[in-house]
């Protein structure tokens, strides 16, 4: 009689350390997916935060000295395929070239007048953009201050070189991949980010 009454507390404490087990385990996995799921918003956020405050259409009013290309890959009217992700949606849309202008493409850093973390290699800000750049190529590392409001906050802002290209640049019609309306005159895309149709 002792000897079963033994064997059944045993079962019964083997029964509740085997749930209290499982639900840690439970609980763990409940925690680990909260914690991937903030990552994915977290992340996302991250990835977007730049895109949502660009100006997806502007006026189409080119910055004071900005010359026509004579002779551009893409002739303005013509079609052609984005291979950029400034933005989401961009990448392998259709085109159309609404401007081409050779000039000086960089990509800068530079802190938003508005505040915030500040906006790492933003592509692109042209030689016109820049207030008193002259003609000669900036080199990276030269402090800047931006004339472009392509960004909420960016016109303005002081800004750090961080890679020069002298190209041809291109403002371009497109509808998102991802749908909505189209997006009028975005500036820029270079030479290397477009490919015919």
């Known amino acids: 009689m002792l000897k079963k009454q033994t064997i059944l507390s045993l079962i019964a404490v083997f029964f509740l350390v085997l749930s209290a087990c499982s639900n840690t385990s439970d609980e763990k996995a409940k925690n680990s997916g909260n914690t991937e799921n903030e990552k994915r918003m977290d992340h996302s956020k991250m990835e ?5 405050k660009m100006e997806h259409s502007s006026s189409g009013k080119i910055p004071q ?7 551009p890959a893409f002739k303005v009217g013509s079609k052609a395929i ?4 400034h933005m989401e949606g961009m990448d392998g849309a259709e085109a159309t070239i609404a401007g081409a202008y050779d000039t000086i493409a960089y990509s800068v850093t530079y802190t938003p007048t508005t505040g915030g973390k500040p906006v790492k290699n933003h592509k ?4 016109e953009e820049i207030k008193d750049a002259g003609t000669k190529v900036l080199k990276p590392g030269t402090k800047v201050t931006l004339e472009a409001d392509h960004m909420k906050g960016m016109k303005g802002a002081t800004g750090t070189i961080e890679t020069a290209e002298k190209t041809t640049v ?3 019609d497109y509808t998102s991949t991802t749908g909505g309306e189209p997006v009028k005159n975005h500036k820029w895309v270079t030479e290397s980010e477009l490919t015919s149709k």
């Open 170 to 172: 291109y403002m371009i």
């Open 124 to 127: 692109w800000v042209i030689q």
């Open 82 to 85: 984005v291979k950029a992700d």
């Open 48 to 52: 977007g935060m730049d895109h949502n």
């Open 65 to 71: 000295g900005l010359k026509a290309a004579k002779n």
